[in-house]
């Protein structure tokens, strides 16, 4: 647990970390269509909802083929009529793409999500990707956010709290709900808070 205490933001020397490594374990995109599962089981045991709000965050790449590609996904998200993906940018400097749909229809905002990672992916910006966020809350506006982690292919409950605070018990009760519906992240050391995250 003290790893998991010591964790205190979103940091560069994380991110530089994992992009260190000369062999990255494979991505494994299809893991995000787990999240409806997963959102109905937070729902009954948790009461948290889905927000329609939800994001991929990743290293924006100097040149133009990285602009491209990024344009390119945007025109293909907004083409189907939906309300438009919103492109912003952190204190970090990382770029999130915020896409968003009514709160039923989780599924199509997942496939949205599943399509950013995957034309990045596939237009060989696949390094540039760190993960991507689908935001819920409760009753009581409680704000909590399933990271999936691009390089690692897991999740991890992530709970904001004012104050720049985290609730570390909420985590741990949602990390054992959801056991059986996502792959959730074993080293807390990687359950990063992400403070200022489009939807939290």
């Not at 599962?37 to 994001?55: D, M, P, R």
């Not at 985590?171 to 519906?181: C, K, S, T, Y």
């Amino acid at each position: 647990m003290a790893a998991y205490h010591r964790v205190q933001g979103f940091t560069v020397s994380f991110f530089k970390n994992i992009f260190g490594r000369s062999e990255p374990p494979k991505a494994n995109l299809d893991n995000l269509f787990a999240v409806p599962s997963a959102a109905i089981t937070l729902e009954v045991s948790a009461g948290f909802k889905a927000t329609g709000v939800a994001s991929v965050c990743y290293r924006q790449a100097e040149g133009g083929a990285f602009a491209t590609a990024q344009a390119d996904v945007q025109e293909l998200l907004d083409a189907d009529g939906g309300p438009k993906v919103e492109r912003t940018t952190d204190k970090f400097g990382f770029t999130w793409l915020v896409c968003r749909q009514e709160p039923t229809e989780l599924a199509e905002l997942v496939t949205e999500l599943h399509a950013v990672n995957a034309s990045l992916e596939n237009a060989g910006f696949g390094p540039s990707l760190l993960c991507t966020l689908v935001a819920f809350e409760d009753a009581a506006d409680r704000a909590l956010g399933l990271v999936y982690l691009y390089k690692q292919g897991t999740f991890y409950p992530f709970a904001p709290k004012v104050g720049q605070q985290r609730d570390n018990t909420l985590e741990l009760q949602i990390r054992g709900l959801l056991g059986d519906d996502l792959t959730i992240e074993p080293e807390l050391g990687r359950w990063l808070a992400i403070w200022g995250a489009p939807g939290l």
